[in-house]
């Protein structure tokens, strides 16, 4: 049984996050999607709000799990009995930051491999930041997130708003 961990933020899921989740579940026996505790970013949604809309968009998805964690990943990994971390890759700027902690990783525990997957063209300029900008600005954002995400999305910016306006 290989096994995978598909870590990130998923602050929120968005279509190009779901792509690799898809590609990876066709790779390997099983793929842990592991959203991170204790970030240094502030999300917007709770970690709960997170594992939730990653339940519902990968509900189709029979050797998918969704989980949480704290700590170093490497540390999550081994606790999962899984020995490969999928990451996505869009352009050359991500490339520098995930070399380094592909790098640190390894240094951390030899045994976890960093494996890379190139995103899908139609999904290399999306991102979680990029998909909350707009929903800021009131842009539709069908075909960027998974359904159950859109109105999720739309609602949470509509209070965090109002909260500011207090
Ligand atoms: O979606 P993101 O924000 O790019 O995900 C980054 C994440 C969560 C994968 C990374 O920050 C991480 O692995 N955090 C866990 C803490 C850890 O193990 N740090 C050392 C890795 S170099």
Not at 123 to 134: A, C, D, N, P, Q
Request: with cysteine; proline share 3%.
């Amino acid at each position: 049984m290989l096994r995978a961990v598909y870590p990130g933020s998923f602050d929120p899921v968005t279509s190009g996050h779901l792509d690799i989740i898809e590609r990876a579940a066709n790779v390997f026996d099983g793929v842990v999607v592991a959203v991170a505790v204790n970030m240094e970013k502030k999300p917007l949604f709770t970690v709960e709000e997170r594992v939730e809309m990653l339940r519902s968009a990968c509900g189709h998805l029979r050797n998918v799990q969704v989980d949480y964690f704290g700590g170093l990943l490497v540390d999550y990994v081994e606790k999962q009995q899984a020995r490969v971390v999928v990451k996505g890759l869009r352009a050359i700027s991500d490339f520098e930051f995930e070399l380094q902690m592909a790098l640190m990783n390894k240094r951390l525990n030899e045994n976890v491999e960093t494996l890379f997957m190139m995103t899908s063209a139609e999904h290399s300029f999306l991102s979680s930041g990029m998909v909350k900008e707009l929903a800021e600005f009131g842009v539709t954002l069908t075909g960027l997130v998974p359904p159950c995400v859109e109105q999720k999305l739309t609602d949470k910016i509509e209070k965090t708003k109002r909260e500011a306006q207090r």
